[in-house]
């Protein structure tokens, strides 16, 4: 079996929930739709929170316009578009424009935020990983991303913020130490 079936036949079983749980299409759609500006307001939020989230917040975004920019190269690779455009009896949910949907880029988003968030912060930090893949299985669910859309998507995120993160924090260890070198005197000058 071939990975773009695969990929069909999951999209088919996902999608396909919108006519057995018809009842939960509305909150699908909420959160496909508009659950990005949940994200912006938290961003905004975190910002207000005070200094400590500054780093969190610039890696954050940082980590999504490396993430899209990753995205736009494996976009070159493979490109197919969203499955209401491709398969027959898709239970198209919103509106979307028939482009390249590989990788989703609204998934990037969230993908990157939610797992800079989980890797900076303690408490809450499942909350914004389910986010992310509630946001996700959505985009699948109201029908305009296929799952290797989202996974893809979902995998070069969470790469591009840890390694963001790892850069950082090895970038802020090089500053810490530095700036412990010069307030400490060398055994010469304790001498002199």
Known sequence: MNLMKIN????????GLSEDLSFLNQPMILIANY???????AIIIFLIMGKKNRMMVVSALLSVGIAVL?????GL???????????????????????????????MIFFAVCFTIFLFKKPGRYLWMTLACLVGFARIWVGVHYPGDIVVAALLAMLSAFLLHVTLSKSRFRLLIRKKEIEMPTTKEKNV
């Open 8 to 15: 069909t036949e999951v999209f088919y079983s996902i999608n």
């Open 35 to 41: 659950t990005l500006y949940f994200l912006i307001l």
């Open 70 to 74: 990753l995205g736009r190269v494996a």
């Open 77 to 107: 690779f493979h490109t197919n578009k969203q499955p209401f455009a491709e398969l027959p009896n898709v239970n198209q949910l919103i509106e979307k424009a028939v482009d390249n949907s590989f990788p989703s880029d609204h998934t």
